[in-house]
């Protein structure tokens, strides 16, 4: 499997005075589920629509498969786009817009007729081929808008947020079905999204960027349990952070001096030297309550909240701040107010340059 | 990919708005041609001005399209405020035939509509003149004062009202307070534009004023037939002017109006029938 | 809230309710159903009913009886010739408009928001000019000495070009003053476009040159339809152009109206030619129903 079927190297786009994406180098491996997450305005979009041919880069490359396609614009791509406001052509009916491509590619009629109706079933739309885009739902939209670009076979699928617009039982069936069509059909997809747990359900890597720079790439477990910097640590999922100051470096393994006293151990990435400044990111479900206040750091109970599977709770630790922890199962119950003891694991603290 | 060049259509556009003000230009430069015969430039001067505003017909004229635009500005608005009023409340079905009726008085040929009243007043011995005329322009003016000030009552927040009268405000005090406040920028458009059209009205007033001061595009009218002459390129340029800024006035006020009634505005709601 | 829910709710809140309420609204509809009904309607089906009567020209009374000659009269080889010049006139002028005004519509919508506005007042203020203005401005242009004389003899015409007082004359005044109308609806619409569209039809392959045949102009064709009526229709029973354009002969539908009512006297034959022009209004009034159901996609 090509490791880098579709790569971005040195690009850089801005738009007059902003700057929408910022020298990226960008590897996305063949037939998976490739996300890419992040706030709004950091450039994910942007990024996408490079690769669709909608936009050319300032600076830098752009391949798919193994031609430099940085030039050729976006009707003479092999790559195709689901938009976030599915772009369905109004005064086509369902039919005509899922052939919309085919037509331009010249195709015989049989063998659109064929493609098409082939695509509507994939997609379950088979029955309302001659419904136009504004009878239908938004998610029967989507789905049409997913037919279109897939039908004609593309290396590349790229979509932009096309979930933002449903409601969240929709959201969550459909980020099944595109799990399910992507699995079957074996294209590469590319799903831009600001929303970490969409992203996370249904891709095999994700990429995350700020402010127009890739932060990281990896699988959602890489991304969630070894964050490379900060902003990643704290956009995916909740992080509690502790600053300090590292004392031992051993390979992977590290003891750091907590500004606010302790000292505990860590693990980071390589790299890491002895008086460098780092932060130390504690996941909430990895912090750990004792109701007695002597067992570990004391702190106070100020929010308690029963979500159903898990409690969240807020404690204030004085000079190490406000914590978030998640409780799982039937862990002792921790009242407002309560003075508890607060620890956790070595292996549970990862640091952040 | 958005910013592509658009070479062919920018040349065509650029020429387009040159025809459209090449002819206006062109007048406007030859209403202070010292030349009569304008055949060539003979130097500047204000000489036809001074003739134009020394013409009696022309001052007479004058009078006569203001009177008349002050009455019928005054009767449209009342059409169309009373009628707007209605409109609000009104049925879906009520409204698709109230809102035919305007159209068709928008649609109608002038020179149709003209000498159908022309036909009902000779018939019924109802004298031509200057009332005839702003009965005349009454009739289509109230259509278009009444688009606009129906789209502006689109905009009006129902749920003001409820908040005036939750506050004690009765019915007519709403009135007062709420309604016609909120329609005033609309009255306002509508007031300039019907002005405007009655003061640039020529079909109507030439089959209704009959013997009596003809209004000034009437009097233009019979002087153009006979030749171009300096002074009504100077007068031209004058009533250019007066219109243009009647009309950017009437623009700069529906551009206030709000976005609903701006919608409202694009395109005739005729699917509603 | 779209246009039709905020129509609902203006409905809903009313400050007066119940029966008395209605009555004192209804009231408010009658000065203009009044108007309407006195010196519009009323007029109208008077020359509805004159249409089919008879007028001997020599003692001017008019027998009210239900003859179709009058309408008959219209293709006599007399009128025919006007009918069919006023139908072809409008015609042409209004491919005009469209062959001028598309490009410069579709130009103005490419542009920023900022330029748009400056271009649509570059267009809009020749219209604001009176419109007796303009066609005596036209008649500046084509007149002799006038700025196209001059330019064919630079081109070699020896005897210079003047246009005024032909049919050319009247069609290019048409298209002069009626421009503003075809540029504007076309403009509206291709505004409306969503951008997203022809991003989507590149995206799938479509050249632009395709994607704006297969795209662009399917979606700009209500504006197209909406611009081509309200030039076409009003051209054709236009008055002032052609009378001063044209030299006074009675070239166009309007003028032979004109003529029938002011000058003969013969209230039945103009009024079967006001008919006509109202009827070809009425198909116009269809066609932008058409367009707006068109819009509705």
Known sequence: MNEAFVRLEGVRKSFGDLVAVRSLDLAI????????????????????????????????????????????????????????????????????????????????????RRRTAEMLRLVQLAGRERARPRQLSGG???????????????LVLLLDEPLGALDLKLRKELQGQLKDIQRRVGVTFIYVTHDQEEAFSMSDRVAVMDHGVLEQVGTPEEVYRRPATLFVATFVGEANRFTGKVSVADGGRYRVALDGGTEVAAQGPPGLVPGQAVTLIVRPEHVKIEQDSGAGLPARVTDASFMGPVRHLKLESGRFGTLVVTQHGEAAWAPLDAQVGMSFNDGAAWLVA | MRARRHLLTGLISALVVLFLWAPLVNAGINSFNRDILMAAWKGATLLWYRTALADTTVKAGLGQTITIGLATTGLSLALAVTGALWWRRATARGRRLFDLLTYLRIMMPEVVFAVALFLLFSKIGFPLGTLAVIIGHTVWNSAYAALIVQARVLTLDPALDDAAADLGASPWRVFRRVTIPGLLPGIAAAGLLAFTFSFDDVVTSYFLVGNQTAPLPVVLLSMIRFRITPEINAIGMMVMVFTVSLFGAAFLTVSRLGRGARRALSLPSLADQ | MGPVQVRVAARGAGAVKGKVGRSIRAILALPTIGWVALFFAVPLVMVLVYSFATISLVTFNTTFGWTWSNYRQIFDHLYLDTFIRSVLLSVSATAGCLLLGFPLAYFISRQTPRRQRLLLVLVIVPFWTSFIVRTYAMENLLGPGGPVDHLARLLGFSQGLVLLYTPAAIGIGILYSYLPLMVLPIYVSLERIDAALLDAAWDLGALPRRAFWRVTVPLAAPGILVGCLIVGIPAMGEYVIPEVLGGGKTLMLGNVISEQFLSIGNAPFGSAIAVVLMLAMAAALFGLRRARKLEET
Do not use: M, W
């Open chain 1, 29 to 112: 491996p063949q037939g998976g589920f490739f996300s890419i997450i992040g706030p709004s305005g950091c450039g994910k979009t942007t990024t996408l629509r490079l690769i669709a041919g909608l936009e050319y880069p300032d600076t830098g490359r752009i391949y798919v498969g193994d031609r430099d396609v940085t030039r050729i614009p976006a009707y003479r791509r092999p790559v195709n786009t689901v938009f976030q406001s599915y772009a369905l052509f109004p005064h086509l009916d369902v039919t005509a817009n899922v052939a919309f491509g085919l037509v331009e590619e010249r195709r015989p009629k049989e063998e659109i």
């Open chain 1, 140 to 154: 029967q939209q989507q789905r049409v808008a997913l037919a279109r670009a897939l039908v004609k076979h593309p």
